[in-house]
């Protein structure tokens, strides 16, 4: 558990090389915003997240079924349960503050980073 990181992922950082590629800048990890943005472009007021397959359950009905079948299923159903909703949280906060929210999952990240940034 302590090997996963809350920055700098390697899916964070093929997409931040793939802007650089596109000659795009970027603010990284603004603290002064709601669940702390992977990626702030300020004037254009968007955020970008880089989720996690399995830590915000993507595909979350296949991923809890297989949950289920685990040790601990309940810690961890409850637990990606609550990244869930306060991924949901979050991004209404962004858009209530005027902010345009991207979530982008790993594995569309790992597949073609150069594609999600276009």
Same mark, same amino acid.
């Given at each position: 558990m302590q090997a996963n990181?809350? #920055?700098n992922t390697k899916p964070e950082l093929l997409v931040r090389e793939a802007l650089r590629d596109?000659? &795009?800048r970027y603010w990284t990890h603004e603290r002064s915003l709601p669940g702390r943005p992977d990626l702030v472009f300020r004037a254009? @007021? &968007?955020v970008v997240f880089c989720d996690g397959d399995f830590w915000h359950g993507h595909y979350w009905a @296949? &991923? #809890?079924v297989? &949950?289920?079948r685990r040790a601990n299923a309940d810690y961890w159903i409850a637990k990606i349960s609550a990244n869930r909703a306060r991924d949901v949280l979050q991004r209404q906060a962004l858009r209530k503050a005027g902010?345009?929210?991207l979530r982008v999952w790993e594995s569309a990240i790992r597949r073609n980073p150069k594609a999600v940034v276009r």
């Open positions: 990181r809350p #920055r596109y000659g &795009l254009e @007021r &968007l @296949r &991923l #809890r297989q &949950l289920m902010w345009t929210v």
